[in-house]
């Protein structure tokens, strides 16, 4: 499960600190031998490709910490309310090449099931963290039939992770309410969200689906935090917020 990490056979680069992006449209450039090319963050199937990229840009450039954040967070919640992280099945949605399955993994988490919608994140999971995940779906979650939504869920989900994917074009509140449609009653929903997704002036419709959920009982929250998710290429520091709760009924 350890992750080797060889040199790189690339030249990477980013843009001047001194100009700012839009999370959505932040990119670094890489030279693989044939010229620099430019890379958006979220061209993830071309990211996840090259071995080692993704973690040498988000986490030692970047300094990305949301995997541990929100697995420390979720670990400390399972506790405090007697559950014993051994016995859990989790579900790891926008699972990418599986750094925060292998968070749950170290923090004792006993089954981790990843879906990520790209063939790429299934294929860089495998390669990167062979046996992180008990099972890893290719799935668009509001498109799912009965067959492929069994497959998913059919095991049990005790615990929903969603970890830097939600909003930007990434997960929609859709498929976020899709995959927490398959949470058990009084399962633990863990997840990461920019902080100014959770305010009154959100666009992105999470701050409506989380304020219903909250207000209509469905979901009650355990705990928050806010912290610096990553530097963004202007080196700022981008604030999410990690949000443990617990789903208290199925939905009305
Ligand atoms: C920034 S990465 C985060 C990966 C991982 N959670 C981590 O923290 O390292 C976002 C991931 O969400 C996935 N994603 C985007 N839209 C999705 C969707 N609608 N359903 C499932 N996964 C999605 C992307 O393919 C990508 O792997």
């Not at 929100?70 to 400390?76: H, K, P, R, T």
């Not at 989900?157 to 994917?165: F, K, M, Q, R």
Request: some cysteine; aromatic content about 8%; proline content about 5%.
């Amino acid at each position: 499960m350890a992750v080797e990490r060889s040199e790189p056979t690339y030249r990477l680069a980013l843009p001047e600190p001194t100009t700012s992006f839009e999370q959505d449209a932040e990119y670094c450039v890489l030279d693989l031998g044939q010229g620099w090319t430019e890379y958006r963050f979220h061209d993830y199937a071309a990211l996840y490709e090259i071995p080692g990229l993704y973690e040498k840009l988000f986490y030692d450039i970047l300094q990305c910490q949301s995997p541990p954040v929100v697995c420390d967070a979720l670990v400390e919640q399972l506790r405090a309310e007697g559950v014993d992280p051994a016995g859990v099945r989790a579900l790891d949605v926008g699972a990418g090449n599986g750094i925060v399955a292998q968070e749950m993994r170290s923090r004792g988490i006993g089954k981790v099931v990843g879906i990520d919608i790209i063939p790429e994140a299934r294929a860089a999971a495998e390669r990167d963290r062979p046996g992180v995940y008990d099972d890893y779906h290719v799935v668009d979650l509001t498109a799912l039939d009965d067959e492929r939504r069994e497959a998913v869920a059919g095991g049990g989900v005790d615990v929903l992770t969603c970890v830097a994917a939600l909003g930007f074009g990434d997960i929609p509140p859709a498929a976020f309410r899709a995959a927490f449609d398959m949470v058990a009653v009084d399962g633990f929903v863990a997840i990461t969200l920019r902080d100014d997704f959770l305010t009154d002036g959100d666009t992105s419709g999470f701050a409506g689906l989380i304020s219903s959920m909250l207000d209509s009982g469905e979901l009650e929250e355990l705990g928050a935090t806010v912290y610096r998710h990553r530097l963004a290429t202007s080196r700022d520091p981008l604030l999410y917020r990690a949000v443990v709760a617990r789903k208290r009924r199925p939905r009305g």
